[in-house]
């Protein structure tokens, strides 16, 4: 399990071209934040000019991996070593969060003069770098130091981000989300404490190659566990989530649930991977919770008035389809082929869902924006009046429910398959269900937006490109089910 | 020769149209409309190429490797193409029908837009060459017909398509399951592999059993078996031109299409019939054509009635399947394609009558074919087709899978033919009887519930035509059915595929 992590040693050093383009990949966006607080953007076209050298970055990081296969880098600081690598899984992670930084980016500038923002707008293009910066750092992390220092600058950051609309409710949702999360660094760093002491090493390859199943592992796991999946909102610690989303600002939200949250996940199960590699009734309780999760989220979604509690409450089941994969990736006696499957289909579903879940928040944001109301009643007669902005949501929709051909259906087919060939029937049972409830809850909203007896109301104008990047990413997160072949092969490459 | 991109393009073509009418404006009528028509002839021509190169012996395969051991197939084989030649044919019917239809209603757009995806989806079907591809186009389909069913917005509406979605999804979940199960027992199955899955049936009787009640129970949903029918009587407060997609080009005939699938090419006859599943099918297709009879008869509205015939005339090509032999096949191939000419024939009138003289309920009537002559003529056609009287289509049906069943002594199946026919004359004959016999507001007895003078002719021209062509389509399916490329001759020409290696 641990060499699908790129946990090992790498046969070719990085050329000095790739040394550059992990310094921009890194670095970058950071800068461009800060450099964007002092001149804010009012258009899109400079946000297009500054994420072009980002992306070119990630391009550059792919083709190296294409061609030298796993890359790692050393650096000796004050007596600390400090190491990163980049495998293929991380560099589809580095794209994607690009990719949809860039598209949270460039809808920002539109989204912020339409909608009354106030002077704190200006502060969130550094904390946005910020985050894109450490999402990048940890996809390429390997030593839990770095993990931690990515984990809690994105964290900050995010809560910073999260408060910016200043609205009361956003502050008091803010305050809870803070507080949750350095309750969640802390139980996570005492995880670490446990780990150095014991083993006294901190890097994950070699932590790999001392650690042995016992009461030490069991209780690190469970501490980093337990601060991770608070963390990442999954289930029965998803609660502060919703009122977050609630309040947050459109571009907030979408790099919130497509990529904060999932960086979570990511450290959970690369360190699980290594403290429990065989162990039975961890993945077990996680993926029990994740058939909870599934249905509970998809419950709280069908029954919301409210659209950004509905588009929220959606990534809480949307996690437990992921986290009702664990059982198939970590554990005793887990058959080569369902193992790979169930690792292909984890991460095609996080990444469609990463796609389609920011398209979604930009639909959604889009239509409050346009119509002024916050509800699904106030949607009514929308597909006359905002059809683009609605088939975004619908072409979303479908990588959420998992239907054909979008990447939710292939990713959904890899771990039934997986739960098939190890035939874990509630496992089948959970996803079939939580494509079901997904539905019902995505067709209560357009029952809504068909609704042709409804009152016209005056619609404010978008700016232009607005629906067009929702609608990018949306069409992402839908051709990668057909093309899935393309980054599931990358992921598989570079085997030692 | 392999023209790969024969069937791609085929398909591209009505997917292009969907993204051409999407980015055009709402206003750009003529345009939309041009295109549309345009995309639809060309169709035909392409499908018409293709069945060219299939007679001749060529199947043009085109793929792509989509995850490890699942790929991407779409491949020209007889029963595919004539599928796509109906929906193909149809397509370019329905859409000058519905062009006059909803003249001056709103929402075109999208309305058009969501009607080519749905052909799309159609042609995708008929092509696909395994079950994930098939499935992906199924799904697709269940999708794009939403839009259209609660089209109209009101609250009837936006019910009727919540329950088709419940009925739908929850069979698509079936059918996913089925599918996965297959995928992991068989890995990749083309239908165009002459092995079947018999190699399996020692160990895996029951789980095969299994995968084939689930596929054939998520198809079912569709081809509206009782009692998996629900859906589709409520689905009729959508437009008639969504009403005639729906029973005759879409659909159902997805549904049928894919038990089609399932049976001859997924298991292969033999391996069905070894299972025992057949007789259960043919026993479910007649239950479903003497109840959806008897509920047609019940019915006081004109569509209602249409629909309740629909679910009974369906089952026919699943209980030809059921009779396991070459002329139930022929029979159950040709009803595909007769069923859906006459259907859609029927839709076009049932729409016209409600257009020009607001008739909705049968007792409204009365001496209709003297003020739309044209239209009673094709209803009527229409009518002694499903009836099955020479010498419309509907006939060449009947006979065969009454000879199909005699072959196979299954001396019941005999005895279902003619109670469904003679219901089905109880519930046509007397509107045929009203249209003609009876004397109504043509004749100067009271008036019409809603009259417009929509056109020239009884109609509007756009409504009227169509409906003109697939009714002598309807009638020359059936006395030309001995000329080569007849619906017949075809259906012949699959089953010979099946039946003689």
Known sequence: ?????????????????????????????????????????????????????????????????????????????????????????????????????????????????????????????????????????????????????????????????????????????????????????????????????????????????????????????????????????????????????????????????????????????????????????????????????????????????????????????????????????????????PRALAWEGFWLQLMGHAFAKAAMFMAAGNLILATGESTLKGLAGTSRRLPLSLLVFGIASITLMGLPPSSGFTAKWLLLQAMVISQQWWAVAALLIGTLLTAAYIFRLFRYCFDETAPRHRYQPLAPGMDLIALTLALIAFALGLLAHFPLELMHGGSP | MNAAWLPLTALATSLLVVVVIFALPEEARRLRTTINLMAAVVKIILVTLMVRRVAAGHEDIFSFQVIGGVDFVLRSDALGVMFAGLSSLLWLCTTIYAIGYLEGSANRKRFFGFFSLCVASTIGIALADNLFTFLIFYEMLTLSTYPLVVHNGTQQALDAGRVYLRYTLSAGVVLLLGTVLLYSLTGDQSFSSEEGLGDYLNDHRGLLTLIFALLVGGLAVKTAMVPLHGWLPRAMVAPAPVSALLHAVAVVKAGAFGILRVVYDLFGIELSVE??????????????????????????????????????????????????????????????????????????????????????????????????????????????????????????????????????????VVAVLVASSTLNAMYFLPIVHRLWFRSGPAHGKGSWPKEQRLGRFETHSWLLLPMVFTALVSLGAGLFAGLPFSPLDWAARVANGEYLP
């Open chain 1, 1 to 337: 399990m641990i060499w699908r992590f790129g946990l090992f040693d790498s046969t070719f050093e990085p050329l000095l071209p790739t040394h550059w383009a992990l310094l921009v990949a890194l670095g970058l966006p950071l800068l461009l934040g800060m450099l964007a607080a002092l001149f804010p953007p009012k258009r899109a076209w400079p946000v297009v000019l500054a994420s072009v050298p980002v992306l070119a970055s990630g391009l550059m990081l792919l083709s190296a991996y294409d061609q030298a296969g796993l890359l790692r880098w050393h650096w000796d600081i004050a007596g600390v070593q400090l190491s990163l690598r980049l495998n293929g899984l991380s560099v589809l992670l580095l794209l994607m969060t690009q990719v949809i930084g860039g598209a949270a980016a460039l809808y920002t500038p539109g989204y912020l003069r339409l909608s009354e923002t106030g002077p704190l707008a200006r502060w969130l293009w550094p904390l946005m770098g910020v985050v894109l910066s450490a999402l990048s750092l940890i996809w390429l992390a390997t030593d839990l130091l770095t993990l931690y220092a990515g984990l809690e600058l994105m964290g900050l950051a995010a809560v910073g981000m999260l408060m910016l609309s200043g609205k009361v409710a956003a502050l008091v949702a803010g305050m809870r989300y803070l507080l949750l999360a350095l309750m969640g660094s802390l139980t996570y760093l005492l995880g670490v404490a446990l780990i150095l002491g014991h083993w006294g090493r901190l890097d994950l390859q070699g932590l790999a190659e001392v650690v042995e199943p016992g009461p030490v592992a069991w209780f690190a796991a469970a501490l980093i566990g337990a601060g991770l999946a608070l963390k990442a909102a999954l289930f029965p610690l998803h609660a502060w989530l919703t009122p977050v989303h609630e309040n947050a600002w459109t571009p907030v939200s979408a790099l919130h649930a497509a990529l904060v949250i999932k960086a979570s996940l990511f450290i959970l199960l690369q360190l699980w991977s290594i403290l429990l590699p065989d162990a039975f009734y961890a993945p077990r309780v996680i993926a029990w919770l994740g058939l909870l999760a599934i249905v509970w989220g998809g419950l709280l979604a069908w029954r919301t008035d409210s659209l950004k509690t509905l588009v929220a409450s959606s990534t809480v089941g949307q996690l437990g389809y992921l986290m009702v994969a664990f059982p198939l990736l970590l554990g005793p006696d887990i058959a080569p082929l």
């Open chain 2, 275 to 412: 299972l025992g599943v057949i007789t259960a099918l043919a026993v479910a297709a007649s239950f479903t054509i003497i109840y959806g009879s008897l509920r047609a008869i019940a019915q006081e509205e004109l569509k209602p009635r249409l629909a309740y015939s629909t679910v009974s005339q369906v089952s026919y090509v699943i209980l030809g399947i059921g009779l396991f032999g070459p002329f139930g096949t022929v029979g159950a191939l040709a009803h595909l394609l007769h069923q859906g000419l006459m259907k859609v024939t029927l839709f076009f009138c049932a729409g016209n009558y409600a257009e020009e003289l607001g008739i909705h309920r049968i007792d409204e009537m009365d001496g209709a074919g003297k003020r739309m002559p044209l239209t009673s003529i094709a209803f009527t056609i229409g009518a002694f087709g499903m009836i099955g009287l020479p010498p419309v289509a509907g006939f060449i049906t009947k006979w065969y899978l009454g000879v199909g069943a005699i072959q196979a002594e299954m001396y019941w």
